[in-house]
């Protein structure tokens, strides 16, 4: 059973562009979150998501930030115009329900904005 | 919100000694509080979790303990090894008021374990 995927691993982007972060869940989970991870902290929640529905956009930023779960294909989290501090590692997580018992990590995506 | 105190930030032990990690949280309808290992360059790994109707739990040389009362709980390593070297981070489980229950994280602990 594959576990939680994201890719890119690693994403450069210059201030101005725009970055896609691509997560596809555990078989079977149809719950998805994000999380932003900055260098030496832990890691805070940004939104929450299920297929077709944004469920909780507590954490993420009012401005730039957007994500979405489709029907089908992965989940994208999507930063329009970075700025140099949006470089973070970006990580994806999993569960089969909600309440988020037992969710289960990504491999995380490393945006480096220059 | 939540909020998760994780203590200490780095922390240094010799092989086959043990580990402690301790945690507080604010939020006292918080009912669930996973632990995860984080090594570097990867994501987060869940090593163990407890749930508020239990005061402890071990898992082989590992084991949580929780005090709800006190509104903490712990992360015990005992014999450690090399490879139990990375970060490991405490969290409780909160209502967010938006729909949703999150996972509130602590800052982590770097664990050397020096062989």
């Known amino acids: 059973n594959a576990g939680v995927m994201q890719n890119p691993r690693h994403l450069v982007r210059r201030r101005g562009q725009e970055a896609r972060l691509r997560c596809s869940p555990m078989?079977?989970?149809?719950?998805v979150y994000w999380y932003r991870q900055l260098p030496e902290e832990g890691l805070k929640f940004m939104v929450y998501?299920?297929?077709?529905?944004?469920?909780?956009e507590s954490g993420m930023p009012k401005e730039r930030f957007s994500a979405e779960f489709p029907k089908e294909g992965p989940s994208i989290l999507r930063i329009q115009q970075v700025v140099r501090g949006d470089s973070a590692a970006y990580f994806c997580?999993?569960?089969?329900?909600?309440?988020?018992?037992?969710?289960?990590f990504g491999p995380g995506t490393r945006l480096t904005v220059t | 919100g939540e909020n998760v105190e994780q203590h200490p930030s780095t922390l240094s032990v010799q092989e086959g000694d043990s580990a402690v990690i301790k945690c507080t949280y604010s939020?006292?309808?918080?009912?669930?509080f996973p632990w995860y290992k984080q090594e570097l360059g990867k994501g987060p790994q869940l090593i163990i979790d407890?749930?508020?109707?239990?005061g402890e739990k071990k898992d082989q040389r590992i084991a949580v303990t929780l005090n709800k009362t006190a509104k903490h709980f712990s992360l015990h390593i005992t014999e450690t090894q090399p490879e139990d070297s990375a970060v490991y981070f405490c969290?409780?489980?909160?209502?967010?008021?938006?729909?949703?229950?999150?996972?509130?994280f602590g800052k982590g602990t770097k664990l050397s374990v020096i062989p």
């Open positions: 997580a999993s569960s089969p329900l909600n309440p988020s018992y037992e969710q289960y």
């Open positions: 078989k079977g989970h149809s719950h």
């Open positions: 998501l299920q297929k077709e529905n944004i469920i909780d």
């Open positions: 939020d006292s309808a918080s009912n669930y």
């Open positions: 407890i749930r508020s109707n239990v």
């Open positions: 969290a409780a489980i909160a209502y967010s008021g938006a729909g949703s229950y999150q996972l509130t």
